[in-house]
Each structure stands twice: as structure tokens, then as C-alpha cells.
């Protein structure tokens, strides 16, 4: 069980609007809900069991494009190429520049939404779409629901030796979905001997922890037993699984958990 500090729903929503009001417009923040408040930030690459480099993650994605191509019918960019990207992630100033234009950003992303392990932390804009996220799975255990600033300031700074995370933005040709849950996405990288990896955001937020201006990250716990209150309310603004993936098997989540949360 989680030692951090417990927040009711009505403080979250305080604290959430606070937040937002305080940062706004240097880094507006991002949130992200979490089913279980012992589990850490991880990426669903690191669940995987991998922390890969760069060029590594980039030849698998593209090992498998065809494929994905064909039974999606759509059509991703092909450059730079798996050997551009090789020689770009040796090179220390040349891939730290492009992390501005993440390359082939919105095939990552669309990965990401379908369930392949990726280097993205998803996020939500929305307070309101990391809370239904955080409590959408019926269980015991405490939810978690992070804040994030990328900076407090106007400028970001980062040592060549440190472990960097950058905010790639909302901006990018997704699947609908990345839409309507208001996604962005953040990535964190370390140059390691000769060349840059993926790593835990958790080696940033370790070392910036405490009131640092920039990778800022609040935890708001939550406590399990208030999920259908919670739902249902997010549910009356039409915020649920149906509204956020579009999909049947949404539909069918939305109209489960609607009549698990009907008050008799």
C-alpha cells in the first residue's frame, strides 16, 4: 500500500484546477491515471522487460511496418530510413536536435494506442480522462492520478550525462482516439556510451524531485472505494470508454460499467 498522501475526489478537482491555473501557458500540465498507486511510471516497453537504444527500437518498428501497413490499410513515412536513424542515435547533438520532431512520431503513436510496446508515456491534457483511466478497472487497490510539468520556467536545461525527458506534443496524424483522450506523449532518453536509449522517466524524476522547476511531478492518491461515485460523474459529461476509443469493445465497457454504477 501506497505511504503518499490521500486525496478525496473534491480535492483532486481543487489541487487538478490549481495546477493548471499556475502553470499555464509555460507547460501546460499533463496527467496521467494509473489503476494501482504502488506501481511505478513505466513505459509499456519497460513492462516488456526492455530498456532498448535507439537504433535497436527503430529496426523493430520497422521490421514489422509492412505488415502493419497492409492490414491497416495506411501508409506511414519511410525516411529517414532504419540506417539513417543508426548513424542520427550515434550522434549526440544530431538526435538531440530532432527530438523537437520526434522521427516517425505518429507511427510510434499510433503503436502505442494499438497496444505495441513503446518508449511513449501516454498522457491526457484532461484531469477528467486520467481520472476514468485510473479508476475504469474494478479492484481493491488505491489509484494513482500524476501531474506533470515539463518546466516552471521559460528555458530547460539538461547535462550531456543526464537522462533527458521531452514532451513531444499533441500535435501529430494519429488514430482518432489520441483525440479524444487529449493525448500527448513523453519520452525519455540518456546518451550512453556512443549512442542514445530509452530509459525510465523515474531516472529524471528521481533527481528532480522536491520543487525543482522543470520535470515536475505531482501523485494524487486515490482511494479505491469512491470508483462509482467517480465513474458515474465522469460518465454524466460522457466521458467513458465509448467516447474515448470509439470502439465496440468500448461500447461494451461503457454500458457494463454504467449499469455497475447505477444508483437503485
Known amino acids: 500500500m501506497s505511504n503518499d498522501q490521500v486525496y478525496t475526489w473534491e480535492q483532486f478537482k481543487l489541487e487538478a484546477a490549481r495546477l493548471r491555473e499556475e502553470a499555464f501557458p509555460l507547460s501546460p500540465i499533463l496527467f496521467r491515471g494509473q489503476a494501482n498507486a504502488d506501481w511505478d511510471l513505466d513505459t509499456t516497453l519497460e513492462r516488456s ?9 527503430y529496426r523493430l518498428i520497422f521490421r514489422i511496418k509492412s505488415e502493419v501497413e497492409i492490414a491497416t490499410r495506411s501508409k506511414w513515412d519511410d525516411e529517414p530510413s532504419a540506417f539513417d536513424l543508426d548513424q542520427l542515435s550515434r550522434d549526440y547533438d544530431g538526435f538531440s536536435r530532432s527530438l523537437a520532431n520526434l522521427p516517425h512520431y505518429a507511427y510510434m503513436a499510433y503503436l502505442r494506442h494499438h497496444g505495441f510496446p513503446s518508449p511513449l508515456l501516454d498522457w491526457s491534457r484532461s484531469p477528467f480522462v486520467a481520472a476514468y483511466f485510473a479508476f475504469r478497472t474494478d479492484q481493491d487497490a ?3 492520478i500524476y501531474a506533470y510539468a515539463d ?15 521531452h ?3 499533441p500535435y ?5 482516439r489520441h483525440f479524444s483522450q487529449q493525448s500527448e506523449y513523453t ?7 556512443h549512442r542514445w536509449s530509452f530509459v525510465p522517466h523515474s531516472s529524471v524524476f528521481s ?21 462509482q461515485r467517480i465513474l458515474r460523474e465522469l460518465n454524466d459529461y460522457n466521458l467513458n470508454a465509448y467516447s474515448l476509443f470509439g470502439s465496440e469493445e468500448g461500447l461494451m465497457e461503457s454500458l457494463s460499467i454504467r449499469e455497475e454504477t447505477r444508483t437503485t
Open 49 to 57: 522487460g526492455h530498456n532498448e537504444a535507439v537504433s535497436d527500437y
Open 142 to 144: 488505491d489509484v494513482a
Open 151 to 165: 518546466r516552471t520556467t521559460a528555458i530547460k536545461t539538461s547535462s550531456s550525462d543526464d537522462a533527458q525527458i
Open 167 to 169: 514532451r513531444l506534443g
Open 172 to 176: 501529430v496524424a494519429a488514430h482518432k
Open 187 to 193: 519520452v525519455c532518453v540518456r546518451y550512453l556510451p
Open 207 to 227: 533527481v528532480h524531485a522536491g520543487g525543482a522547476s522543470q520535470d515536475v511531478l505531482k501523485k494524487f492518491v486515490l482511494k479505491a472505494n469512491e470508483r
